[in-house]
T-cell receptor, first 113, second 109 residues
Framework: KAGVTQTPRYLIKTRGQQVTLSCSPI?????VSWYQQTPGQGLQFLFE???????NKGNFPGRFSGRQFSNSRSEMNVSTLELGDSALYLC????????????FGPGTRLTVT | GQQVMQIPQYQHVQEGEDFTTYCNSS?????IQWYKQRPGGHPVFLIQ?????EVKKQKRLTFQFGEAKKNSSLHITATQTTDVGTYFC?????????FGKGTMLLVSP
């Protein structure tokens, strides 16, 4: 079974721009979560989607948004980028809601200059 | 704020020494998960503990869940260089899987 894939793997953007990151979960997994990982803050939860609906949201500003499509693929968008948004963005999938193990993708390394 | 805490933040051991990382939550957890992230990699699931006082072993790794389900530990016996990485605990807090900041383990040969 193919693992979680994320595109692009690396991205360099300028302050004020916007960015869209994509995540394809493991086949059959319907829950997708997004995390921001930085050296200082560790893994911070952004949001979780299940059946195209946002089920939970972390403590991030409204510039961070996401969506999930009917095939469970997910995208997250960050508008008006700030230098502090530089991070590794990780997507994780699991079969459904509930305490399942999460399978992480390789992440997208975003650098904002 | 951070509701799942891990200590230590960092530990450097000689190969063959033991290693332990501790995880504490401000609230009772229904379960706790442990992940390992190798340098340059992504977190990989190791194990989930559900029962109060549960102890599980995976080869040289021993995982414990406290009686009050507020703390957990991961102990590695006789570390090897392949154990290098950051170990995270994670528990459901307010319906979201909340990660500790991790313990970075460095093993010198």
């Amino acid at each position: 079974k193919a693992g979680v894939t994320q595109t692009p793997r690396y991205l360099i953007k300028t302050r004020g721009q916007q960015v869209t990151l994509s995540c394809s979960p493991i086949s059959g997994h319907r829950s997708v979560s997004w995390y921001q990982q930085t050296p200082g803050q560790g893994l911070q939860f952004l949001f979780e989607y299940f059946s195209e609906t946002q089920r939970n949201k972390g403590n991030f500003p409204g510039r961070f948004s996401g969506r999930q499509f009917s095939n469970s693929r997910s995208e997250m968008n960050v508008s008006t980028l700030e230098l502090g948004d530089s991070a590794l963005y990780l997507c994780a999938s699991k079969p459904g809601q509930g305490p399942y193990e999460q399978y992480f993708g390789p992440g997208t390394r975003l650098t904002v200059t | 704020g951070q509701q799942v805490m891990q200590i230590p933040q960092y530990q450097h051991v000689q190969e063959g020494e033991d290693f332990t990382t501790y995880c504490n939550s401000s609230t009772t957890l229904s379960n706790i998960q442990w992940y390992k992230q190798r340098p340059g990699g992504h977190p990989v699931f190791l194990i989930q503990l559900v029962k109060s006082g549960e102890v599980k072993k995976q080869k040289r790794l021993t995982f414990q869940f406290g009686e009050a389900k507020k703390n957990s530990s991961l102990h590695i016996t006789a570390t090897q260089t392949t154990d290098v990485g950051t170990y995270f605990c994670a528990g459901p807090v307010n319906s979201t899987l909340t990660f500790g900041k991790g313990t970075m383990l460095l093993v010198s040969p």
